[in-house]
């Protein structure tokens, strides 16, 4: 009976879940199908791997095009340096050259223009018979001005040409008429590989602007895709468990029988031996089902390795949490404002300690590691929430680089809550928002005594908060000025905003060559990593922090992480 009263409890419950769930899906799929109604796209990744596509054959058709261009214009000028006619008038004496008619009075012209030299070289021009000649050539040229217009129309310029002009033209050879064709077919090609360049050019532009809009579209799909497919996961279970708990009472729960009769035994007094055993047994039974049940319902990364098994992407590094007891060292930062003024962020004594410092060294050394397969000048630290020790991070991956001997940028990317400005005690009065906004020309390299750290590290900072921070981002002088700075800078570092909640950290991403997740121990989820990350997935991250790890320091000063 107890048994049947628990199995009818928990279909209780999963009754109880069903239509909660149902609504959350149906919520979550009403969202997305509205989402796509208004972009207009089904799939979105999809959508945009055709329009980089398209955009990529566009740009190699163009390039093919403007080769062919500069062919077509090279022709096109040597033929009519060779003809020394334009086209249409060209095309004019080619069409006068190949009439009967027009040949014909030609040589009739020039049959009475020899009759009447050589009767002048006889008589005067007074003479009745030269009078004769004279006439009958203006009549004969008359005719061929008459042939000429019907030839080529009254609106060829040729066509109002003099009589004598006209005595001139249409008497190509087949070589003449032979570049006369070459020149017009050189011309109507040129126009079609003219009229194709701003075709081209026009679809370039369609899809280029087509492709700006798809990063906040991938950001909005990806939040509410994973919502869909978890409620119908969650849903799936339901439905198998609500199948398995009504089969199990069906068939009656568990069939107790009795197999032997209980065999009556003597009173004796109390055990305490036997009492203590029982108790220890049962305590460790209740002690495992209340740490079975705190490990289920914790979602908490509580060790590198869950991190590292959590993420498909690898590890890099593992940052130690401070030790309150840990030896104060020689501080690394030189602040222009004297040495005993300490930094406003008390994370700051983070990167004084050594164990710390080895820890960023590492980080940088397996960086480097990765840049020998793959340009990586660019980095944006992001992590999936607030808090998860960034900006900390960032500044101590910066000051290994430089200890390297690195030109180091640092940019503090997070124009809605900044905090580099405030770790290093600088003013925030112009920053990236400023450098965004106004059209300036893009600095080289920034004056280093600008910073409050080595000579070969530089700082901007976040800047006044802008009314469109995303905006900014996500426009082309961001990327010019990422592109500026990667030439100038042996590494950039961007400090982004957090991933899950806004799209600016993904806007950031797209102009960088690579993402580093940052992720605290203790404190980031399962879940929130894993949304994380696949909204990431069509960036380049090239793997993870784990933040907060547990230490043990050695006699030779180095320290042992436990997981």
Not at 463 to 478: E, F, H, I, V, Y
């Amino acid at each position: 009976d107890q048994q049947k009263l628990r199995l009818v409890k928990g279909l209780s419950f999963v009754n109880e879940q069903l239509p909660q769930i149902k609504t959350k899906l149906q919520q979550s799929e009403d969202e997305l199908k509205q989402f796509r109604k208004n972009q207009e796209l089904i799939d979105p990744d999809l959508q945009a791997k055709v329009q980089t596509e398209a955009l990529y054959r566009i740009q190699q058709e163009q390039q093919t095009n403007q080769v062919q261009l500069r062919d077509l214009r090279s022709r096109y000028t040597d033929l009519q340096r060779q003809v020394a006619l334009s086209p249409q008038n060209a095309i004019a004496v080619s069409r006068l050259s190949q009439s009967t008619r027009y040949q014909s009075l030609l040589n009739e012209i020039q049959k009475t223009e020899l009759q009447l030299e050589q009767q002048r070289v006889r008589f005067k021009d007074r003479t009745p018979f030269v009078q004769q000649l004279t006439n009958q050539r203006q009549r004969q040229v008359a005719l061929l001005q008459t042939e000429t217009r019907r030839i080529l129309g009254p609106g060829n310029s040729l066509a109002g040409s003099s009589g004598e002009q006209l005595l001139s033209q249409g008497q190509l050879g087949a070589l003449d008429l032979n570049l006369v064709n070459a020149l017009v077919e050189a011309q109507v090609n040129l126009q079609a590989a003219q009229a194709r360049e701003q075709t081209l050019r026009t679809i370039q532009q369609q899809l280029r602007e087509d492709l700006k809009r798809f990063p906040d579209i991938l950001a909005e799909y990806g939040r509410l895709q994973p919502e869909v497919e978890l409620s119908r996961e969650t849903l799936k279970q339901l439905l198998k468990a609500q199948q398995d708990i009504g089969l199990e009472i069906a068939r009656g729960g568990f069939d107790w029988q009795v197999v032997e009769e209980p065999q009556l035994g003597g009173k004796t007094g109390p055990g305490l031996m036997r009492n203590l055993l029982l108790g220890a047994v049962a305590g460790l039974m209740l002690g495992g089902a209340a740490a079975f049940a705190r490990e289920a319902m914790d979602d908490a990364v509580h060790t590198s390795d869950d991190l590292k098994k959590q993420v498909p992407v690898p590890l890099l590094g593992m940052v130690p949490a401070l030790s309150l007891d840990s030896e104060e060292e020689q501080p690394l930062l030189n602040l222009p404002f004297g040495r005993s003024r300490a930094l406003v962020n008390p994370n700051a004594n983070l990167l004084q300690w050594r164990p710390f410092r080895e820890s960023m060294d590492l980080l940088y050394q397996n960086i480097q590691l990765l840049s020998a397969t793959e340009s990586l000048k660019s980095l944006v630290v992001t992590s999936a929430l607030a808090g998860e020790g960034k900006s900390t991070l960032i500044l101590g991956l910066a000051i290994s680089a430089a200890r390297l001997h690195q030109r180091v940028l640092l940019i503090d990317a997070d124009l809605r809550r900044p905090s580099l400005h405030k770790l290093l005690n600088l003013p925030n009065d112009r920053g990236l928002s400023t450098l965004l906004s106004n059209n300036e020309p893009i600095p080289g390299q920034l004056d280093a005594r600008a910073s409050n750290l080595r000579s070969n590290i530089s700082v901007i900072t976040a800047g006044p908060t802008p009314s469109d921070s995303a905006k900014l981002l996500s426009s082309q002088r961001m990327r010019d000025v990422i592109a500026r700075f990667e030439q100038s800078y042996d590494l950039v570092l961007l400090d982004a905003p957090p991933v899950l909640g806004m799209v600016d950290a993904m806007l950031a991403a797209s102009c960088c060559n690579g993402v580093l997740m940052v992720g605290r121990i203790d404190q980031v989820t399962r879940s929130d990593l894993t949304q994380a990350i696949s909204m990431l997935n069509k960036l380049n991250v090239i793997g993870v922090v784990a933040n907060g790890a547990s230490y043990q320091p050695r006699k030779n000063g180095h320290y042992q992480r436990h997981h």
